[in-house]
């Protein structure tokens, strides 16, 4: 059987619970499974349990049904792009009786890099149609609307679903066929059941559990390890359709999640197949498609083969700033191995002849050493040299079309498949940790590309400490009078808060400043030290007075906190001294100081490392919030946070970058009496935080930035021209693409616009707003992890 208990063998012991395998559906195939009951079971109530891994997006899918002659049935479905890519029950059984149930928010189930777990609970004998379907993603019940298309709800009715007719999984409505991954396939004939019957959280995740009650009449267990073979006990055996193959069960799983090709990240007009594995591009374009997971440490080994005859393939890596319309290589942020004269490409030069050529049926090997930053290239186990070398930051597979003249046809293994989708017979090469399974043995110490083997965060739910130890979000409701805050799970020592529903301003407070001290960031005005506001920093949160800019009766509020590390120490390293409270393992610090009566000047941050964003404030007398970032055009070079314009270039706002101990500022921030002045520095922390930039698109299917975690909390501006801030998190409005924007420069509340999709491993924009998305527009950002990517589930 596919599940194992108590055994750490992919997850360094983070799950109690693993998976070992799980079975590719390719909708190009009419792949599916079927089955026939010998007798009926409980057709009014069932449970229906799987982790479901999507592939190609944006058409109706079935994932299970129960289906009858004349196009009746009762089906669980991937509905279209059209409806958001959401899920959907449906039961039919005559023309004249028609009911769905859908997921609202709305819900959009976008992520093709990690797992869901999808639990649906269906009970007929319940009286209301709000409460015969229940649908729980990732172990959280999402609101569901229903539709009486024909007919109208009827209690006690038999559902097709153990019925004596066929019983399908991964086609719908005799059509309409699933792309993508299935593991731990369950249904429970007789039986109401939750989530937590199939999984658990763990320190915020939600991770599987080996599902131990009864199966009922119908009820069956597939586990994927090979076979359609009923692990339940009851013998209900399935039938694979011949368009299912042995090498269709995968190494991939809930527990160790492979890396794919993305296709949120990639180019258009490319068609992926066989699990994301599989890449074909039509003519007269150059596209990149780009893996779903990246490198910054450790060692790695993939393989590429191509299945056409054009030989314009081009294989390598690519970095954050990649364009995917044109291929790697073709630009500073890649390197590319072409076949059809095995030249080496980079920044659109190439090195002629590098490597020998490639074409079908030769196995080209990539080993990234990313701890030292070297790219070594592979054909049939043959080094070809290597490509690159002390390369730093995070790089991605990639493969493309070095011509646009011919089509080209691609399969990639990340090591879950070394049959090339069935085009090669596996070999059965496995990695340094057995995990990955390879066509050539890979080279000394190198690994498959998996969340198994990506390295333990620092900060994370297998870690000492926690994602939400280190930052929270929290939601409240105003009363108007005095009210403790709880549920942020540390005692905050810098507290960002806003009404979602007024246009109160965003009121900022923190330890150094004193409880009884607020800042605006939509506004220049000096300290404000009006009572009544944040009263304490209490051990889960804080206390609140009556005043209307934290607390006003009804207002719904959000607060975003961060710990820092209490009251502050001296520090000594600028050329004046400051205060700092620093949470060096977080890469947060606040620094008060006073500024001199003249002249640039330097204080200490008090970090470990340089900083990627420092957010400056003098608070004494009016003057705007000055913001540097690591990706504006220099060290010189600042952002308002108080406003809306571009990047200004202007060495007496900030002198410089700041270093490993200090940050420069310059004579602007200085007065003819000294100034009291607060600061807010950030820098990127592996799979916690990050520090990025991007180029906008102007489309719905927008720029997809890479993270290596799954954001909690995202702050975004655009800076060659003029935009608002924005900021949106995962803890308010609904799930994807529902993630409303408040704007940090003005008092207004919280919008309405769909903005982004928040993912496994960072987010998608799916607006036209210029503020976040222009065509050709430059953004710089900051944010923050909910989950790492080695961990998170699918969003």
């Known amino acids: 059987m596919a599940i194992i208990n108590g055994v750490a063998k992919s997850g360094g012991g983070f799950y109690p619970t693993e998976i070992e395998q799980s079975l590719r559906f390719n909708d190009d195939d009419s792949a599916y499974l079927s089955w026939t009951p010998a007798s009926a079971g409980d057709r009014k109530t069932w449970t229906f349990s799987t982790w479901v891994k999507r592939g190609n997006l944006?058409?109706?899918?079935?994932?299970?049904?129960?289906?009858?002659?004349?196009?009746?049935?009762?089906?669980?479905?991937?509905?279209?792009?059209?409806?958001?890519?959401?899920?959907?029950?449906?039961?039919?059984?005559?023309?004249?009786?028609?009911l769905g149930w859908e997921a609202t928010n709305p819900i959009s189930l976008r992520d093709t890099s990690a797992w869901y777990h999808i639990v649906v609970k269906y009970d007929t004998t319940e009286a209301s149609s709000a409460n015969c379907v229940q649908i729980y993603i990732n172990?959280?019940?999402?609101?569901?609307?229903?539709?009486?298309?024909?007919?109208?709800?009827?209690?006690?009715?038999?559902?097709?679903?153990?019925?004596?007719?066929?019983?399908?999984?991964?086609?719908?409505?005799?059509?309409?066929?699933?792309?993508?991954?299935l593991a731990e396939t369950i249904l429970v004939d007789g039986q109401v059941l939750t989530p937590d019957n199939f999984g658990e959280f763990k320190n915020g995740v939600w991770i599987p559990k080996e599902y131990t009650g009864s199966y009922g009449t119908n009820g069956f267990y597939l586990a994927f390890d090979g076979d359609v073979t009923d692990s339940s006990g009851n013998g209900n055996d399935w039938t694979a359709s011949p368009s299912i193959?042995?090498?269709?069960?995968?190494?991939?799983?809930?527990?160790?999640?492979?890396?794919?090709?993305?296709?949120?990240?990639?180019?258009?007009?490319?068609?992926?197949?066989?699990?994301n594995l599989r890449s074909t591009q039509t003519t007269s374009l150059f596209r990149t498609a780009v893996s779903s997971q990246g490198m910054s440490t450790g060692k790695y080994y993939w393989e590429c083969t191509p299945l056409s005859g054009s030989n314009r393939e081009v294989y390598g890596i690519v970095t954050d700033g990649f364009s995917n319309t044109s291929y790697p290589g073709s630009d500073v942020y890649g390197y590319g191995y072409a076949g059809t004269n095995g030249s080496l490409y980079n920044n659109g030069l190439l090195t002629s002849s590098w490597g020998a050529t490639f074409t079908v049926g030769d196995i080209i090997g990539f080993l990234y050493d990313a701890d030292a930053g070297d790219l070594t290239i592979y054909k049939n186990n043959v080094s070809q040299g290597t490509a690159a070398t002390g390369l730093t930051g995070t790089w991605y597979p990639a493969i493309g079309d070095i011509s646009s003249a011919f089509?080209?046809?691609?399969?990639?293994?990340?090591?879950?498949?070394?049959?090339?989708?069935?085009?090669?017979?596996?070999?059965?090469?496995t990695d340094a940790n057995g995990i990955?399974?390879?066509?050539?043995?890979?080279?000394?110490?190198?690994?498959?590309?998996?969340?198994?083997?990506?390295?333990?965060?620092?900060?994370?739910?297998?870690?000492?400490?926690?994602?939400?130890?280190?930052?929270?979000?929290?939601?409240?409701?105003?009363?108007?009078?005095?009210?403790?805050?709880?549920?942020?799970?540390?005692?905050?020592?810098?507290?960002?808060?806003?009404?979602?529903?007024?246009?109160?301003?965003?009121?900022?407070?923190?330890?150094?400043r004193g409880v009884n001290t607020t800042l605006f960031t939509n506004l220049t005005i000096a300290d404000d030290t009006t009572t009544g506001r944040l009263t304490s920093f209490d051990s889960d949160g804080f206390s609140l007075g009556s005043d209307t800019q934290y607390n006003a009766s009804g207002d719904s509020y959000v607060a975003w906190n961060w710990k820092a590390n209490g009251a502050g120490v001296s520090n000594t390293d600028g050329s004046i001294t400051s205060t700092v409270s620093a949470n060096v393992d977080a890469g947060f610090s606040i620094a008060s100081l006073t500024t001199p009566t003249s002249g640039s000047f330097t204080f200490g941050h008090g970090l470990e490392k340089t900083p990627d964003m420092v957010i400056f404030k003098r608070r004494s007398n009016t003057s705007s919030w000055g913001v540097w970032h690591k990706d504006l055009s220099g060290g010189t070079y600042y952002v308002l946070l108080d406003g809306t314009t571009a990047e200004v270039n202007d060495s007496t706002v900030f002198n410089g970058a700041p270093t490993s101990s200090v940050v420069s500022l310059g004579s602007s921030w200085s007065a003819s009496g000294a100034q009291t002045a607060i600061a807010y520095c950030f820098h990127s922390v592996s799979q916690f935080s990050k520090a990025f930039s991007y180029t906008g698109n102007g489309s719905t299917d927008g720029s997809l930035v890479f993270l290596d975690f799954q954001p909690a909390w995202i702050l975004l501006k655009r800076t060659d021209s003029t935009g608002n801030?924005?900021?949106?998190?995962?803890?308010?409005?609904?799930?994807?693409?529902?993630?409303?924007?408040?704007?940090?420069?003005?008092?207004?509340?919280?919008g309405t616009t769909n903005l982004a999709d928040i993912l496994s491993n960072g987010f998608k924009l799916r607006t036209t707003d210029a503020s976040v998305n222009a065509s050709g527009g430059t953004y710089i950002g900051f944010a923050i992890a909910k989950n790492p990517l080695k961990y998170s589930n699918a969003r």
């Open 139 to 181: 172990g959280v019940e999402l609101a569901v609307s229903f539709t009486a298309f024909a007919g109208a709800y009827v209690q006690n009715r038999d559902s097709f679903v153990n019925a004596t007719n066929s019983q399908r999984i991964g086609t719908f409505n005799g059509a309409n066929y699933l792309d993508g991954y």
């Open 245 to 275: 193959a042995s090498t269709d069960y995968m190494l991939d799983s809930p527990t160790n999640n492979f890396a794919t090709l993305n296709p949120l990240a990639s180019g258009a007009s490319i068609v992926f197949l066989e699990g």
């Open 58 to 98: 944006g058409t109706l899918q079935g994932i299970f049904e129960g289906y009858s002659a004349g196009s009746f049935f009762t089906g669980i479905r991937f509905l279209s792009a059209g409806s958001t890519d959401g899920i959907f029950i449906q039961d039919i059984s005559s023309s004249s009786y028609n």
């Open 725 to 750: 801030w924005t900021i949106i998190d995962t803890e308010r409005e609904g799930y994807n693409v529902d993630n409303d924007p408040l704007y940090p420069n003005l008092s207004n509340a919280e």
């Open 407 to 429: 089509a080209t046809d691609t399969v990639i293994n990340f090591g879950q498949d070394s049959s090339f989708a069935g085009n090669l017979t596996p070999q059965g090469n």
């Open 436 to 512: 990955g399974d390879f066509y050539y043995a890979p080279p000394a110490g190198a690994l498959a590309l998996c969340t198994a083997n990506l390295p333990e965060p620092v900060i994370g739910p297998n870690s000492d400490t926690l994602s939400d130890e280190n930052f929270n979000t929290v939601l409240y409701t105003g009363n108007g009078a005095t009210q403790s805050i709880t549920g942020v799970g540390f005692q905050p020592d810098f507290v960002w808060g806003k009404s979602r529903s007024n246009t109160y301003s965003h009121a900022v407070s923190d330890v150094l």
